[in-house]
T-cell receptor
Framework: AQSVAQPEDQVNVAEGNPLTVKCTYSVSGNPYLFWYVQYPNRGLQFLLKYITGDNLVKGSYGFEAEFNKSQTSFHLKKPSALVSDSALYFCAVRPRGDYKLSFGAGTTVTVRA | NAGVTQTPKFQVLKTGQSMTLQCAQDMNHEYMSWYRQDPGMGLRLIHYSVGAGITDQGEVPNGYNVSRSTTEDFPLRLLSAAPSQTSVYFC?????????????FGEGSRLTVL
């Protein structure tokens, strides 16, 4: 069975500071990994994905994520956070050969001006 | 370019009533799914489908039925609503095949069961 853990319920940073949202996963084989963002009262929007290849993945809105196979982690990062980055962020994993996407519980990011 | 469309956006039911949440996508995606979102629990998969005529259960299927008669539509049925089904429901779709998989989500349907 696959599972995703987001160890922090909330992350608070000042605008202009680096932002990191942590994610670890448990799944057999080499998974597909995703990050999604949800703004208030909206559906989820795709940010980025890791399929294969380079461990550093670049996505939308200046976000990137680093895949670390030995630590089974896929942390989301942004070098300089904006107030508009305040939202709920979800990490998700899908095993290869399967279509079911499993989500973490989510991390609320608050960026203060 | 509508993407994934869910209706209704809001619904209040009494315990025991039935209803159907509608989901339609115009991207010719083979894969469609329903999730429920509850505070602190992320999104949990209810049912999914990899094509017309094919459906399967996800993580929390009890109390819900689905069907997939066309590629475009994937309705979710609650036959006898219970307060535990109070939640926000999201429909999502994607292409199938390797190197794909990012889901496109609808705006959500907020259901309250009294």
């Amino acid at each position: 069975a696959q599972s995703v853990a987001q160890p922090e319920d909330q992350v608070n940073v000042a605008e202009g500071n680096p932002l990191t949202v942590k994610c670890t996963y448990s799944v057999s084989g080499n998974p597909y990994l995703f990050w999604y963002v949800q703004y208030p009262n909206r559906g989820l929007q795709f940010l980025l994905k890791y399929i294969t290849g380079d461990n550093l993945v670049k996505g939308s809105y200046g976000f990137e994520a680093e895949f670390n196979k030995s630590q089974t982690s896929f942390h989301l990062k942004k070098p300089s956070a904006l107030v508009s980055d305040s939202a709920l962020y979800f990490c998700a994993v899908r095993p290869r050969g399967d279509y079911k996407l499993s989500f973490g519980a989510g991390t609320t990011v608050t960026v203060r001006a | 370019n509508a993407g994934v469309t869910q209706t209704p956006k809001f619904q209040v039911l009494k315990t025991g009533q039935s209803m159907t949440l509608q989901c339609a996508q115009d991207m010719n995606h083979e894969y469609m799914s329903w999730y429920r979102q509850d505070p602190g629990m992320g999104l949990r998969l209810i049912h999914y489908s990899v094509g017309a005529g094919i459906t399967d259960q996800g993580e929390v299927p009890n109390g819900y039925n689905v069907s997939r008669s066309t590629t475009e539509d994937f309705p979710l049925r609650l036959l006898s609503a219970a307060p535990s089904q109070t939640s926000v429901y999201f429909c999502a779709s994607s292409r199938t095949g390797e190197n794909t998989g990012e889901l496109f989500f609808g705006e959500g349907s907020r259901l309250t069961v009294l």
